[in-house]
């Protein structure tokens, strides 16, 4: 038996159900084991920024802190390139730029890409040794047998941050709106003007307290009723029924002055500046209608 057929029944069941950050630094700690590589990890890549991000680290066979660095001079950037990369020794004379190396003594290497669903390069899996790599094939092999899954992996993980920030920033903007509507109602409720919605039936949806206090009728006892029960004389309604008609068609003026009447039947001369409600197909749902209550009707102004 193959030490690659030794090796990948252990390494398939400590991978199984494992997910995000646990996948990965579970992955890396098992190659660190079968590979007898010193430092191993696994890097997210920009190909227009030469920069990698680890997002696993394993050293001497634990865990380490994660680091960014810059892939000029290096022979991480060969794998960009060329997806492969085998040096089993003499790493450093051949790379004499990358300080990195120099500085933790490496001796041989072993890369290999990582590509996403469309082809792109978005990642690297890497092994370090200090001293010379007596078996990189079998490395390489393992890299290459895995890369599809990690590659997928970080794939999946940006997706979910990608979906965390989107939901965070609607979240956000939901409160925001919620906190601006909540503005607006309160003034709404507070304004000395009658604010009043009617839906495309001329029913009535909201009624703030001047409208109350205009007109007599509580917010219960207006809304889910037609003007002509609330503010329109009767003898008009027809009338009325065409101008609004006008409205929702976007065709009627957007201010009127009109004889209205109040609950205990008294007559008022109104001000209305009415617009139309537009809902989330762009078609015209209802009129929102502000009212100021001039002088009564067939009364004159004091002298």
């Not at 890549?45 to 001497?60: F, Q, R, Y």
Request: aromatic share 8%; hydrophobic share 40%.
């Amino acid at each position: 038996m193959s030490k690659l057929e030794q090796v990948l029944p252990e390494l398939i069941k400590s991978l199984k159900s494992t997910y995000g950050s646990d996948f990965f630094n579970e992955i890396t700690l098992q190659f660190s084991k079968f590979i007898g590589t010193d430092y191993i990890f696994i890097a997210q890549v920009d190909s227009e920024n030469p920069v990698a991000k680890t997002i696993s680290l394993v050293a001497k066979g634990q865990l380490a802190e994660n680091f960014e660095y810059g892939l000029n001079n290096t022979p991480c950037a060969l794998i960009l390139d060329d997806s492969v990369c085998i040096y089993p020794k003499n790493i450093c004379r051949l790379f004499p730029k990358d300080q990195l190396l120099i500085d933790m003594n490496i001796e041989g290497y072993v890369g290999a890409g990582l590509h996403d669903s469309h082809g792109n390069i978005i990642g690297i899996v890497v092994a370090l040794h200090e001293k010379e790599i007596e078996n990189p094939e079998f490395a390489l092999t393992l890299f290459e047998l895995f890369a599809g899954r990690i590659a997928a992996e970080i794939e999946r993980s940006e997706q979910n941050r990608n979906l965390e920030q989107l939901n965070k920033k609607l979240v956000s903007k939901v409160k925001a709106l919620t906190k601006s509507e909540n503005r607006l109602a309160i003034h709404l409720q507070n304004t000395p003007l009658a604010c009043i919605e009617w839906d495309r039936d001329f029913h009535c949806t909201e009624w703030n307290k001047a409208a109350e206090k205009t007109f007599g009728y509580s917010a219960e006892e207006a809304i889910g009723h037609h003007a002509s029960e609330l503010v329109v004389p009767a003898e008009i309604r027809d009338e009325i029924d065409k101008v609004f008609s006008l409205l929702l068609a976007k065709e009627g003026g957007t201010r009127s002055i009109n004889e209205n009447i109040t609950q205990d039947g008294n007559a008022i001369n109104c001000e209305w500046y009415n617009t139309v409600i537009i809902g989330e197909d762009d078609s015209v749902t209802g009129i929102a209608s502000v009212s100021y209550t001039h002088l009564r009707a067939h009364e004159t102004p004091e002298h």
